[in-house]
């Protein structure tokens, strides 16, 4: 009786502790409500959190980035390395500006429908920006692969696709 009375006791102090536990830190709640941790945080460094390069590397444009990251072993010229950095500053530069856009955007809408301000206009016109932002990024993405892809060789690219 006495083992069966101890192990309870045990048990129970177990299943306490477990609940006790602070959540786990990466489990954050994101500053905006309607945007994930992961997404929030992607969008403010100027990540790709959305895939929207994808269309590019399937197809064999390659990002600024990775042409940069391989210099050495696809032989890239210092005037290649050059306008790549150009491309992949600016493109990191404006991946930044339109993750903060579409935040600020988010943030807005959540307002709006928090405060029971939102009425089919201003939907309208927020949307109708998020959609911009969105296009504008991916624009942005597409064209530094494009001006990318023309200035590697094609032996170049090759060899570029062999790398992960």
């Known amino acids: 009786m006495f083992k069966l009375l101890t192990a309870t006791v045990f048990i129970m ?26 997404q929030y945080n ?13 269309v590019a590397d399937i197809n064999g444009f390659p990002s600024a980035e990775k042409a940069l990251k391989f210099k050495k072993e696809i032989d890239l010229s210092p005037s290649q ?17 339109m993750g903060n856009f579409i935040v600020t955007n988010e943030i807005k809408l959540d307002a709006l429908f928090r405060t029971k301000k939102i009425n089919e206009s201003n939907l309208i016109y927020y ?38």
Do not use: C, H, W
């Open 13 to 38: 102090f177990i299943s306490f502790n477990a609940k006790a536990q602070a959540p786990d830190s990466t489990l954050k709640p994101s500053p905006v409500k309607t945007l994930s941790d992961v």
């Open 42 to 54: 992607a969008l403010i460094r100027g990540e790709d959190v959305y895939g929207m390069s994808t």
């Open 81 to 97: 390395v050059s306008s790549l950095t150009k491309i992949y500053t600016e493109l990191k530069r404006k991946k930044i500006e």
């Open 127 to 164: 949307t109708n920006r998020y959609g911009l932002y969105q296009g504008e990024l991916r624009n942005a993405i597409l064209n530094a692969a494009l001006n990318t892809y023309y200035l590697l060789s094609p032996q170049q690219i090759n060899k570029l696709k062999t790398f992960k």
